[in-house]
Nanobody, 124 residues
Framework: QVQLRESGGGLVQAGDSLRLSCAAS????????MAWFRQAPGKEREFVAAISRSDGRTYYADSVKDRFTISRDNAKNTVYLHLQMNTLRPEDTAVYYCAGSTRLNIYDLTYDYWGQGTQVTVSS
């Protein structure tokens, strides 16, 4: 099993920056890719960004490309995933989820493990 816990959400103004983090523990050696998804009120959950654990390759949704940066680093027994969000917009308001996948293909958006989510609210 893998446990994922997000942190760093909050209330910011349009144009501000925010950094989300996710701590992955447990059998993290099973994870090939990690990603961020988000779900806005009344909408379906959508993909934001992914990163390959093997070579650091990244993949972004068009709506966040050039504004958001995904990264990861390892510590003893824990993998940390980050999402640096710049030039935030009100439409970025959502609950942001950290996710982990045991699949090799970074473009496969089927994820096996999910965190509880952290709220990001961007005021205009």
């Amino acid at each position: 099993q893998v446990q994922l816990r997000e942190s760093g959400g909050g209330l910011v103004q349009a144009g501000d920056s925010l950094r989300l983090s996710c701590a992955a523990s447990g059998r993290t050696y099973n994870l090939y890719n990690m990603a961020w998804f988000r779900q806005a009120p009344g909408k379906e959950r959508e993909f934001v960004a992914a990163i390959s654990r093997s070579d650091g390759r990244t993949y972004y949704a068009d709506s966040v490309k050039d504004r958001f940066t995904i990264s990861r680093d390892n510590a003893k027994n824990t993998v940390y995933l980050h999402l640096q969000m710049n030039t935030l917009r009100p439409e970025d308001t959502a609950v942001y989820y950290c996710a982990g996948s045991t699949r090799l293909n970074i473009y496969d958006l089927t994820y096996d493990y999910w965190g509880q989510g952290t709220q990001v609210t961007v005021s205009s």
